[in-house]
């Protein structure tokens, strides 16, 4: 079945030139439309990030037969079917940081709390799931850097759901996204696996070289 999310052609093409007994462990299994929404508040202050993932369709589909759901076969769901899909990918093992990274305008992380879930959805074959995130201390929004990564890569994820600004202070921000350097996200996967013994386990720590960046400018409140 073929997947809505575009797959990265390229990468995957790269990695078959690598070694295959690293390949397994090298390219992504799960791909995921990513929709975010930064909310700024009058103070000026990154409030909340609200986050939409939009799975495959391969995996969307293997998820519902997991859950023995959608048993007739026909893509649609009931509203008892969304309840039990509700959350389901929100029940975070501890030290999960939820693929959702923040950095301060002076360089530091900014540790996230946990996901406030907004609903689900399963359309044209998609499941797509909605939650909230919110710094968990004052961050001012101008120059704080938001990406979006599974750090070992089992999961790629895309900003085709886009990236918007909301808030009382969303006005005076404006956006940057920097695509990531592919060649040097190349060249640090080739240098990862390379160093792998033949009989390693777990994936390579490359997502965030593969990982857009956006970063905020804003105005001071008047």
């Not at 999310?5 to 397994?24: E, Q």
């Not at 023995?68 to 309840?83: F, K, R």
């Not at 792998?196 to 390579?204: H, I, K, Q, R, S």
Request: proline share 9%; charged share 20%; net charge negative.
């Amino acid at each position: 079945m073929m997947s809505l999310i575009p797959r990265p052609a390229p990468l995957l093409a790269a990695l078959a030139l690598l070694a295959p007994a690293s390949l397994a462990r090298a390219h992504p299994h799960v791909f995921i439309s990513t929709t975010l929404a930064l909310e700024v508040d009058a103070a000026g202050q990154l409030a909340g990030i609200e986050v939409t993932w939009a799975y495959d369709e391969m995996y969307s589909m293997l998820l519902l037969d997991e859950l023995s759901l959608d048993p007739d076969y026909d893509g649609i769901l009931t509203e008892a079917e969304l309840d039990e899909l509700d959350g389901y990918d929100l029940n975070w093992m501890e030290g999960f940081a939820g693929d959702l990274y923040v950095t301060a305008p002076d360089g530091h992380d900014v540790p996230l709390g946990p996901p406030e879930g907004l609903g689900v959805s399963f359309d044209a074959n998609v499941y797509a799931s909605r939650h909230r995130r919110a710094p968990l201390a004052p961050l001012a929004a101008d120059g704080a850097v938001v990406k979006a990564y599974d750090p070992g890569f089992y999961t790629a994820y895309d900003l085709q759901g886009g990236v918007t600004l909301t808030g009382p202070g969303a006005a005076r921000c404006a956006l940057d996204i920097i695509p990531p350097e592919i060649d040097d996200a190349y060249e640090a996967l080739a240098a990862e696996l390379s160093e792998l013994p033949p009989d390693a386990t777990g994936y390579p720590q490359v997502g965030e070289t593969f990982a857009d960046t956006i970063r905020l400018t804003c105005e001071a409140p008047a």
